[in-house]
């Protein structure tokens, strides 16, 4: 995923990733007065209107920029309608040549893990191999430590991982900002990303264990940059 | 929820909640061989499968046990389909009276966890409520603080969560263990679960807001339940 990802944004000469977190709010009238229409007040509605939107979207950026970031628990409290959604907008977007970033943030012991590593990795059913969600790279939270990310990082094949180091939230302080040995917990995070990642490093010197890093702390991402040359 | 669970355990005599977290290599032969020649070795057959294992299991234990806890994960590795059965699982279990916590373990900032809370507080379509996910209660992250968990909290109408303290797994110290104000970081975030639940204490003395501690570590679960009595 890295070197594709480093790649493209050599290509288009843009770093950006578009957001897909649609909520019916900030969609235009028409669009949803159709698929009301024909859905009613349903999650089925719902989820056609994210269908399509997404689909405008991905139309107008798909050759200006290399990646984009469906963000799943906006499909996902649409229940069953939602996630088919969330899972047409992969495929889409992978049709166009977009790498997708799925903002999923899983994380949990190490057997739990790998059933949800089958987002980037599959899963296996008697011999038969099937790639249900088709995310290019996932993000994770770090909380369960290192036999918690472990199963994300064998599934690491040709795909990716995101691992949540500090987010962009106020309340993000609170624990990742406790002190611990004379630095902030999050920095302790940092150093855990960096070695889980070591053995991954593609041809641009970047490893398909990346970081999240909320972009409302610039200090610390130029920090973290720097303590992270590899990430 | 957190009522209903104490009143349940006081019922049943029995404090033990069975995990619903099917894997094919642990189901019989001959459930698993018919959904196989029906479906063939598709995500559609393991669903089936899970689902009628499950039921299985439910018609078992229902009168003897107070909840059921789906680990949604071994499900949603088996996309659509594999969710479909979580669901249905779901309705059974809670058709049998039995209280349904969905370990779910999700958390991110406000405006997603404000999403991911519809597994417990239902969406809402053009003024029309819908209740998709049906989980009694649900586990969720800490390591986005305060305003992360808020709109879990205010979801917490007649139902609950449950927020990891300590997790089972050997690697859990790597980062909860950190020493932080002359203590280990994890009892941080049980001061902090013990505030979110302050004002969600129902008729038994116990908070809607509950706490995940893994039993691998019993001294401190021991200290933690004395640490967080209302918890």
């Known amino acids: 995923m890295i070197d594709q990802l480093i790649d493209k944004i050599r290509e288009t000469g843009n770093p950006s990733?578009?957001?897909?977190?649609?909520?019916p709010a900030m969609i235009p009238e028409y669009l949803k007065r159709q698929m009301y229409r024909q859905y009613g007040q349903t999650p089925e509605a719902v989820a056609a209107i994210f269908t399509a939107f997404n689909r405008l979207v991905i139309e107008q950026i798909w050759d200006l920029i290399p990646a984009v970031k469906p963000q799943i628990a906006m499909y996902e409290q649409y229940g069953i309608p939602g996630l088919t959604s969330y899972m047409e907008t992969i495929r889409y977007a992978k049709s166009k040549g977009l790498i997708v970033i799925g903002d999923i943030k899983r994380g949990d012991i190490g057997s739990t893990a790998a059933a949800y590593a089958s987002h980037i990795?599959?899963?296996e059913i008697e011999g038969v191999r099937h790639d249900l969600w088709k995310?290019?790279?996932?993000?994770?939270?770090?909380?369960f430590g290192t036999d918690g990310i472990q199963p994300f990082v064998a599934a690491c094949k040709g795909r990716g991982i995101?691992?949540?180091?500090?987010s962009s939230n106020p309340g993000s302080a609170e624990l990742q900002e406790l002190e611990t040995g004379g630095e902030a917990m999050y920095l302790k995070v940092a150093d855990?990303?960096?070695?889980w990642g070591k053995d991954l490093i593609g041809q641009h010197g970047y490893?398909?264990?990346?970081?999240?890093?909320?972009?409302?702390?610039?200090?610390q991402g130029s920090a973290l940059r720097e303590r992270l040359p590899n990430t």
Chains 1, 2 share one sequence.
């Open 17 to 23: 990733v578009v957001g897909l977190d649609p909520t």
């Open 121 to 123: 990795g599959g899963v």
């Open 135 to 143: 995310e290019d790279a996932i993000t994770v939270n770090p909380y």
């Open 162 to 166: 995101f691992v949540l180091i500090r």
């Open 192 to 195: 855990l990303v960096a070695e």
């Open 207 to 219: 490893s398909e264990v990346g970081a999240v890093v909320g972009a409302t702390w610039p200090e």
